[in-house]
């Protein structure tokens, strides 16, 4: 197992844990006290984790779409372009741009000033929510700041749909149906992961205000935070007969 798509299988498995710990148990807590009281410097916390977690992953899902092309559409070079040092530069530079990100959302979205209270219908610290707490008009910087995070955003997932073009014109070509299908089982869960967590998010972010509403929200929330990370370890694990395999013997010894 110690090949590139595991060694990033592995620092998505560590993104999807701490996303799921970063807003799930908070949710769980307000619920049992029956609460939607936030502290401010929590909420901080968990905006900067959020941002920080879901960036990661989202710039980790692009990589391993650019693993899986190299693999299927450049296998003769696949040594060369990702050796351990490319794949440590590689990882190293998703967790830096999730922190990046999470920084500069975290700083900008804390400098507005919030006069309306504590309290907003949402089961985690989002900064939609947030927003609607602010009392002046400085809260355009922060949407100024989410359209421009935008850009990266959808990059990223042309480049993943680009890839995935190119890796299909080159299974189509397989002459086994079998390995077609093994192929096609693998990148179509994938694409429909990352297609699903884009348009929640965007919804999510970008959506006007006259068709808000407090269960949509907590729906879509739902929907691109606790799906993507609990589907993963379906499509890349309990699918993966290696990764069985090796269960296994880890399990019997």
């Known amino acids: 197992l110690h090949t590139p798509m595991y060694f990033f299988l592995l620092n998505l498995s560590l993104l999807d844990l701490g996303s799921i710990s970063t807003t799930v148990p908070k949710s769980m807590v307000n619920s049992f006290w029956n609460t939607r009281d936030n502290s401010y410097w929590g909420c901080a916390a ?101 359209a421009f995070s935008a850009f990266p955003f959808l990059g990223c997932f042309v480049f993943i749909v680009v890839s995935y073009v190119q890796i299909f014109r080159v299974v189509l070509r397989i002459p086994s149906e079998e390995g077609r299908h093994k192929a096609f089982s693998t990148c179509l869960p994938h694409l429909a992961v990352v297609s699903l967590f884009i348009s929640t998010s965007l919804y999510a972010y970008f959506k006007p205000p006259s068709i808000s509403s407090p269960s949509i929200d907590l729906v879509i929330a739902v929907v691109y935070l606790v799906v993507p990370p609990a589907l993963n370890p379906l499509i890349y694990s309990m699918r993966n007969k290696e990764l069985k395999g090796a269960l296994v013997i880890l399990m019997t010894g």
């Open 46 to 146: 968990q905006v900067f984790f959020v941002f920080f977690l879901f960036g990661a992953e989202y710039s980790l899902l692009t990589i391993m779409a650019y693993d899986r092309y190299v693999a299927i559409c450049k296998p003769l070079q696949y040594g060369t372009l990702l050796g351990s040092r490319a794949c440590v530069h590689l990882a190293a530079a998703a967790w830096g741009s999730g922190f990046l990100h999470a920084l500069l959302h975290t700083a900008n979205t804390f400098s507005i000033p919030l006069c309306q209270g504590n309290a907003f219908d949402q089961f985690f610290c989002e900064v939609p929510q947030i927003l609607k707490l602010s009392c002046s008009h400085s809260y355009l910087r922060e949407a100024a700041l989410l």
